[in-house]
C-alpha cells in the first residue's frame, strides 16, 4: 500500500501554546555525552509556564546517581567499603556541579544533588517525589562498550518510569522544530504527543505518524478493502491529532507508513530530518520491563536523534499534568 504524508490545519479552533507546568529532572553522569541534556533543560526551562501572559522559568533540579558499581563483577558490591562509596557520589557531585557552572548561566532555578543506589529506578522514584512533569538525560551512544557501561540507562529509566523522559543526544541545542509522533491511537501515544505539544518551538513542524503492519493489501487504486482501510486510518488520524492540542503556530502533517514499526520510524525521522521522535510505551510491569524487542527498545537504540517516551497515565493526576 503506498505511503502518503498529507499536511492538515490544527483542527478545531486555534489552541494556545501552553507550556510545561512542574519542574524538570535532569539525570547526568557527569560525562559530556550529559551536554546535551543540559541544553535541552536550560531552553525547555526557559519557556516555563505561562501565569498571566507572563512566562516563569521552570525549576530543574539536576540528579546524578552513584549507582553499585559493578556491573562487571557484581558479588563485589555488597563488600566495598562505605568510604568508597562516599568518595564516588562525592566526585560525582563535584562533576555535576561542574556541569552546572559550565552550562547554566543563571541557575537560580537550579538545584543539583548526588543520590546513591541502582541508576534507573532511582531516577524514577525521584522524578515522582519531585513532581517534576520531565525527565531530561543523554541519550547516550550505541557501540557495545557503552552499552555494557551504562548507556542503556536511558533505556531503562523509560521502561521505569511514570514521567515522560526526553534522552537528547550529546550535540543538542534548544528545543524541537521538527518532530516525528509515532501514534497507535493509546493513552500513552496520546500522552506523549501532549507532552511533545508542551516543548516543540513555535514555527515547528510535526507529522503524526502511525505504521502498519503489511496485510498483503493490494496497492491498486480500485482494491476496495485498502481503500476502506486508508479511509478509516485517515479519519482515526484526525481524530488522535485533534485530542492533542497542537499549538496555532505548529506546522501539522499526518501520514500511513507500513513495515516493521521501529525500523520504519527510525527511516521516517532520517528522511523527514526530524531532531525529535515521540513515542508511548506499554505498562510497567516486570514483562514490559524486560521486553527488549519493543518499538521504545529499538527506537533508544537505533535513534540518531532525540527521543521523547511516554508511558500511559496511571493516575488522574498524571494525565491533567500534560493537559
Same mark, same amino acid.
Given at each position: ?80 567499603p562505605h ?25 537560580? !532555578?537550579?538545584? &543539583? $544533588?548526588?543520590?546513591? /543506589? =541502582? @541508576?534507573?529506578?532511582?531516577? *524514577?522514584? +525521584? %522524578?515522582?517525589?519531585?513532581? #517534576? ?44 522544530? !521538527?518532530?516525528? &509522533? $509515532?501514534?497507535?491511537? /493509546? =493513552? @500513552?501515544?496520546?500522552?506523549? *504527543?501532549? +507532552? %511533545?505539544?508542551?516543548?516543540? #518551538? ?13 496485510l498483503g493489501?493490494?496497492?491498486?487504486d480500485g ?26 503556530? &505548529? ?10 514499526? *521501529?525500523? +520504519? ?59
Amino acid at each position: 500500500m503506498p505511503t502518503t504524508t498529507v499536511s492538515v490545519s490544527s483542527p478545531g479552533p486555534a489552541v494556545p501554546r501552553r507550556r510545561l507546568e512542574k519542574p524538570i529532572l535532569l539525570a547526568t553522569d557527569g560525562t559530556a555525552q550529559s551536554s546535551g541534556a543540559f541544553a535541552a533543560a536550560v531552553a525547555i526551562a526557559a519557556g516555563g509556564t505561562r501565569r498571566s501572559d507572563r512566562a516563569t522559568k521552570l525549576d530543574v533540579h539536576v540528579v546524578t546517581v552513584c549507582d553499585a558499581i559493578p556491573v562487571v563483577v557484581p558479588e563485589i558490591a555488597p563488600v566495598l567499603p562505605h568510604q568508597f562509596l562516599e568518595g564516588r557520589r562525592s566526585d560525582m557531585l563535584s562533576a555535576a556541579l561542574d556541569q552546572l557552572r559550565y552550562n547554566v548561566a543563571d541557575s537560580s !532555578n537550579w538545584s &543539583v $544533588a548526588a543520590l546513591s /543506589g =541502582p @541508576a534507573a529506578p532511582t531516577i *524514577a522514584e +525521584t %522524578a515522582v517525589e519531585a513532581d #517534576a512533569s520531565l525527565i531530561v538525560m543523554g541519550l547516550g551512544k550505541h557501540d557495545l562498550y557503552e552499552r555494557v557501561f551504562g548507556s542503556e540507562t536511558a533505556l531503562r529509566v523509560m521502561q521505569q518510569s511514570r514521567v515522560p523522559v526526553l534522552a537528547v543526544p550529546q550535540n543538542w541545542i534548544g528545543i524541537p522544530r !521538527n518532530v516525528l &509522533v $509515532a501514534v497507535d491511537f /493509546g =493513552p @500513552a501515544s496520546l500522552r506523549a *504527543a501532549k +507532552t %511533545a505539544m508542551r516543548i516543540v #518551538a513555535p514555527g515547528g513542524s510535526v507529522c503524526f505518524a502511525h505504521v502498519a503492519p503489511d496485510l498483503g493489501l493490494a496497492e491498486s487504486d480500485g482494491d476496495e478493502l485498502a481503500a476502506i482501510y486508508q479511509t478509516n486510518l485517515e479519519e482515526e488520524l484526525e481524530r488522535f491529532i485533534g485530542a492533542v492540542d497542537v499549538p496555532a503556530d &505548529v506546522k501539522v502533517t499526518r501520514t500511513a507508513l507500513y513495515g516493521d514499526p *521501529a525500523r +520504519t520510524l527510525l527511516d521516517r525521522a532520517r528522511t523527514q530530518g526530524a531532531d525529535m521522535i515521540v513515542a508511548g510505551t506499554h505498562g510497567l510491569n516486570a514483562l514490559a520491563r524486560l521486553f527488549v524487542g519493543s518499538v521504545a527498545s529499538k527506537l533508544v537504540r537505533g535513534a540518531q536523534c532525540a527521543l521523547l517516551v511516554t508511558a500511559a497515565p496511571t493516575e488522574r493526576r498524571e494525565e491533567r499534568g500534560v493537559r
